[in-house]
């Protein structure tokens, strides 16, 4: 594939992975608008282009390991206290954050061919969009502001967890639908988001040894080195997105992003209708 396409995947993945506007929706138009403007790009299968979408979540993956490299290491300090007999609410968490992603790893490995073949239409795109986008503006109107991670029990995060489920919706978003659901918790904003960054580690990096696993079998050296320019793209522009979000999250609201997703889901009906 021409290295402008790859490009071009890359900076969208960057940007809208940790943005609540679904990465996933995002990267299936890329891929219909480059086809359609350029049929003779496209070279690679309906499995190889999904192994390529989440090869881009791989450099996503690094920027937020990059970007939160003090909570990672307080998870890992936590975690060891916790393995000596001692209470620290930073290993809890950490424990949280696992068990929170068990339900999207089983199902995302059970469900990544279906999911390739029959949930990257453009009206799912759309219509998850419009559906999520309300579910997220209204947890932001109802939830209170009152929780932060270190009052996060086991039950909330498992909630947040098989929430993160439906994020294998194209359109959905991930990182909307597991803030939507700690906002309904009532988790301050910015706190939602951190946890969906954490969580955000290990779904991303249980997908990336798919890919490795998938490239490796495939004997394919032109894909990847595809994925390779992919991974170092999307690391930069995701780095940049996540710090532009959490600064915004500290004064604002989710409304920007509803009304984008909205007139994003509307704009694709339409030109699918009408």
Not at 142 to 152: A, N, P
Request: glycine content about 10%; some cysteine.
């Amino acid at each position: 594939m021409p290295l402008l396409y790859i490009l071009i995947l890359a900076v969208v993945q960057g940007i809208t992975e940790f943005l609540p506007i679904s990465s996933s929706g995002h990267l299936v138009l890329t891929w219909q608008a480059i086809a359609a403007f350029d049929p003779s790009a496209v070279v690679y299968s309906g499995a190889e282009r999904l192994d390529l979408d989440i090869s881009v979540h791989v450099g996503t993956l690094i920027a937020v390991l990059c970007y939160l490299w003090r909570d990672i290491a307080g998870l890992v300090g936590g975690t060891f206290k916790l393995v000596q007999g001692r209470d620290d609410p930073r290993g809890r968490l950490a424990l949280y954050v696992v068990a929170a992603t068990i339900p999207v790893v089983v199902v995302g490995f059970l469900a990544k061919d279906w999911v390739g073949l029959h949930l990257r239409g453009v009206e799912i795109v759309a219509w998850a969009n419009i559906g999520f986008a309300l579910l997220l503006w209204l947890s932001d109107r109802l939830g209170l502001l009152i929780q932060r991670l270190e009052h996060m029990t086991f039950g909330q995060a498992m909630i947040v967890g098989f929430a993160q489920v439906l994020a294998l919706i194209p359109g959905t978003s991930r990182a909307g639908i597991t803030m939507t659901a700690a906002r309904f918790l009532g988790y301050e904003r910015r706190e939602a988001a951190r946890f969906s960054l954490l969580l955000a580690i290990p779904a991303i990096a249980g997908a990336g040894v798919l890919v490795g696993k998938d490239l490796y079998e495939s004997g394919n050296l032109a894909l990847g080195s595809d994925v390779l320019v992919g991974v170092g793209l999307s690391f930069v522009t995701a780095l940049v997105a996540i710090a532009l979000m959490m600064r915004w999250l500290e004064r604002a609201s989710f409304l920007p992003f509803v009304i984008y997703r909205l007139l994003l889901g509307a704009v694709l009906l339409g030109l699918l209708y009408l």
